[in-house]
Each structure stands twice: as structure tokens, then as C-alpha cells.
């Protein structure tokens, strides 16, 4: 009986010291002796990047008496558009469709692309060729890395280390049993730690559990 009262009183005080830290998030287990209680902590961490490569996509449109003859004009505009972003990059075709013009007679037939380069310093001229190809709508740029694996795992690795520091500043003497993957994902926005002018900002988080309880004593 002595035994589970101190088992219980050292969760109530491990959860104390939880919710006295905003910003660890933690909660213990004590489904067993002391011995094999858990410590479960909440870690996160950012990687700032300098993006070497982009993608944006687009779209161009062809209308026509019938269909027939939208598509073949849609197909001579999407020639253009390749021709233009050759010196550039890759382009994609995600898919094209064709439809009755809504309350006038007529079709219209359209592609949708995606167009990825390495060339970022040359983003407006790039921009410029492709309008002046046909290209009617541009959505983007978002910027990414080559070494995309290499920066996620270097953010989740951060992440770990950051749970470990809090399980530390807890009491926590135990070894990590087991870790868990709750986000890890790049972003675009800007960031004042990256001097790159395109950045990308690797942020993750994990779920970190320890094999033991703080030592209260």
C-alpha cells in the first residue's frame, strides 16, 4: 500500500512540475513499479535552409467554334510554353481539359502545368518568357531544397535533443524508450536567423518517452 502511495505521489509531483513549465508538455504513466514508469516529453525544433530550387504552376486556355479545333490551338500554345521554359527547368503537364463556353457558343480547351527550376535568380525573367508564350495564370513560386531528407532529419534530430533538455531540467534520469513523429515539414516564410534570400524553414516536432520518472527524492 506504502508502495503505490509513493508511486502515485511521485506522478502528482512529476505533473506539477509540468504545468509550473508553459512550454514542456509532458505527462508520466506509472502502470508499474517506479522502476518502469514513463516520462513522456514534447520536443520541436527548427532548421533554416537556403532553398536552391523552385516550382510554380500555370495554366493557358484556347477557344474555339468546337472542340476539335480548341484543343489543337490549346496543344500549339502549350508547344510555345515548353519551347520558353527550356533553357530554364523541367515542366509538367499536370492534365488539360476541354468544355462548352458558359452562355456563349463555343470551347474552350485548357492545360495546367508545373514548372520547376534552379534558377532563381532569374524568377522575372522566367516569368516574362512564359507570359509572353501564352501562359495566362501563374501561381507561386514555392521554394524548396535538393537535400530535403538531409534538413528533415536534421530538424528531427534537434527536435529529440530539445525533449531530452526538458526531460533533464525535470529530473529525468532515464533512456529514451521511444520517439514519435507529430509534424516535420518545410515552409517558405522568411525568418530572421536565415540570411539566404530564399529561405526555407524546416519545422518539427516529436513525442520523446523516457524510460524513468524525475528523481524526487
Not at 44 to 61: K, L, N, Q, T
Not at 64 to 78: G, I, P, R, V
Not at 167 to 193: K, Q
Amino acid at each position: 500500500m506504502k508502495k503505490k502511495s509513493l508511486i502515485l505521489l511521485s506522478a502528482i509531483l512529476c505533473l506539477a512540475a509540468v504545468l509550473s513549465i508553459g512550454s514542456v508538455c509532458a505527462f508520466a504513466d506509472t502502470d508499474g513499479g517506479i522502476g518502469s514508469a514513463l516520462l513522456t516529453v514534447t520536443g520541436s525544433a527548427a532548421v533554416h535552409a537556403e532553398a536552391d530550387r523552385c516550382s510554380f504552376s500555370g495554366s493557358i486556355h484556347a477557344i474555339a467554334n468546337d472542340m476539335n479545333t480548341a484543343e489543337q490551338k490549346c496543344e500549339e500554345l502549350a508547344k510555345k510554353i515548353r519551347e520558353a521554359f527550356a533553357p530554364y527547368g523541367s515542366v509538367q503537364e499536370d492534365c488539360s481539359n476541354a468544355s462548352p463556353v458558359h452562355r456563349e457558343n463555343g470551347y474552350n480547351a485548357a492545360k495546367h502545368f508545373t514548372f520547376t527550376t534552379e534558377q532563381l535568380d532569374k524568377l522575372s525573367e522566367i516569368r516574362a518568357a512564359l507570359a509572353s508564350a501564352g501562359l495566362t495564370c501563374i501561381d507561386g513560386p514555392t521554394f524548396r531544397c535538393k537535400n530535403d531528407e538531409e534538413y528533415r532529419a536534421q530538424a528531427l534530430r534537434q527536435a529529440i535533443e530539445d525533449a531530452r533538455a526538458k526531460a533533464a531540467a525535470l529530473g529525468s534520469t532515464g533512456d529514451i524508450i521511444g520517439v514519435e513523429e507529430l509534424s516535420c515539414y518545410p515552409g517558405c516564410w522568411g525568418c530572421r536567423e536565415c540570411e539566404a534570400k530564399h529561405c526555407v524553414t524546416y519545422t518539427a516536432t516529436v513525442r520523446v518517452a523516457f524510460a524513468a520518472l524525475p528523481n524526487n527524492g
